[in-house]
């Protein structure tokens, strides 16, 4: 069995934002339009009447402040409400390749590592963009790298599940080095005319290269344990598939699009969380005072203060679980990795930390790192 490490990370941040504030003009200009069109239908009682969306209800009960999108202009026009992500010919990159290969070669730079020298490309997000050829065998081509590379899909959980699949391979001795790519255009599957949900989610793509840790000695971050976990339910669903119920009409096909029940899923998957990070820690002999950093799902600020509080037996200390969030949104997949990216260089040799995603599945996955410096 040999030692994993991962020695690069990079991130791909989208040039747009959308703020609470416009995000809501936007909607709540759609809403009035809605309601104006079906004006007769409401006042008979045949429809209800949408609702307008608050910035201080998104940050209160979610901490989010705004989000990076790929197209901004699609989702901010009323009449539109979705990305303008134009299909692209078959020759040029898609979008996820794109997006990934920039996060990729961040992290290869970071590490040191020529793309020829990696043996697996995994391409691990929550939503893909086509079937086949596998996204993943695009950014092995686009990059220059070696091996052989597959897409994976455990939803926000995709990172993490990534990461122990590659490191389990590399463990084995099959492969020397991986890359797992994240690249999450969560704009593409949000319905943004649900007001439940349209502040939830943003685009990014992150990468992070793992290595063979027998004989390397620059900053790196040892792999020392992985897990995961699944447990079924339907919480969390996105039913786009090639079964589709209903063809015709946009309006028609909401559970084409993301859907939660998110009083259920903050209910159930706090407890799950909580326990899979216990346990893991237990039985890989680390305690909360080992910790000095966790970086977990980025879905809601309270559930992540919640779970920070769990797990090390106290309130965290600022910096201690840093969150992204307010900024980035849910990135589904990536937000756990953009905390890692962003918030782990000042640690020093020997400080130890957990990785931690979650989500649809619903699937728990934690990395337990130590930094080698
Ligand atoms: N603006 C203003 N009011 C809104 C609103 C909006 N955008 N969206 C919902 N509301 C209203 C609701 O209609 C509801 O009104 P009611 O009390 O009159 O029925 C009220 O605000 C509370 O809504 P609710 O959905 O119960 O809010 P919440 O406190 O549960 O927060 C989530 C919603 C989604 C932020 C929260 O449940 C959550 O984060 N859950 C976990 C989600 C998660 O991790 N998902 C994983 C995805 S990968």
């Known amino acids: 069995m040999h030692n994993v490490a991962i020695t690069g990370t990079g991130v791909f941040t989208p040039d747009q934002v959308i703020t609470n504030d416009e995000l809501v003009v936007a909607f709540n200009a759609y809403a009035d339009q809605w309601n104006a069109e079906n004006a007769m239908a409401i006042e008979s009682g045949e429809a209800e009447a949408k609702a307008h969306s608050s910035t201080d209800f998104i940050v209160a009960a979610s901490g989010i402040e705004r989000r990076y999108v790929l197209d901004k202009e699609g989702v901010l026009d009323p009449k539109r409400m979705f990305p303008r992500l134009a299909p692209r010919d078959d020759e040029a990159p898609g979008y996820m390749a794109e997006i990934g290969v920039d996060a990729a070669n961040k992290a290869l730079a970071q590490a040191g590592v020529a793309a ?36 994976m899909n455990v939803a926000c959980s995709s990172a993490t599940f990534g990461i122990q699949t590659a490191a389990d391979m590399i463990r084995s001795g099959s492969i020397r080095r991986a890359l797992v790519i994240n690249p999450e255009i969560c704009s593409a599957h949000l319905e943004w005319r649900d007001r439940d949900c349209h502040f939830i989610f943003g685009d990014v793509a992150t990468a992070a290269v793992l290595e063979r840790d027998d004989d ?6 040892s792999i020392l344990s992985t897990r995961c976990a699944t447990q079924f339910s339907n919480n969390i669903r996105n039913n786009n598939g090639y079964l589709r119920r209903t063809q015709d009409r946009m309006e028609d096909r909401r559970d084409m699009q993301f859907m939660q029940n998110g009083r259920k899923v903050f209910k159930e998957v706090l407890p799950l969380v909580s326990q899979h990070i216990a346990e893991h820690m237990d039985d890989t002999g680390i305690t909360a005072g080992d910790l000095k950093r966790l970086w977990l799902h980025q879905a809601n600020k309270t559930m992540n ?32 990795m953009i905390a890692f990216s962003k918030y782990s260089d000042d640690l020093a040799d020997g400080d130890k930390g957990i990785i931690c995603s979650f989500g649809a599945g619903y699937s728990v996955g934690s990395v337990i790192v130590e930094r080698r410096a």
């Open 116 to 151: 020829e020298d990696i043996d697996l490309v995994i391409c691990a997000a929550s939503n893909m963009e086509r079937a086949y050829p596998a996204i993943g065998v695009e950014i092995q081509e686009l990059l220059g790298a070696g091996g052989f590379a597959f897409d």
């Open 216 to 221: 390397l000695s620059g900053d790196r971050f």
């Open 305 to 336: 203060d919640y779970i920070g509080k769990k797990v090390l037996g106290r309130n965290p200390e600022a910096g201690e679980q840093p969150n992204i969030l307010q900024d980035y949104a849910n990135t589904s997949s990536a937000g756990s």
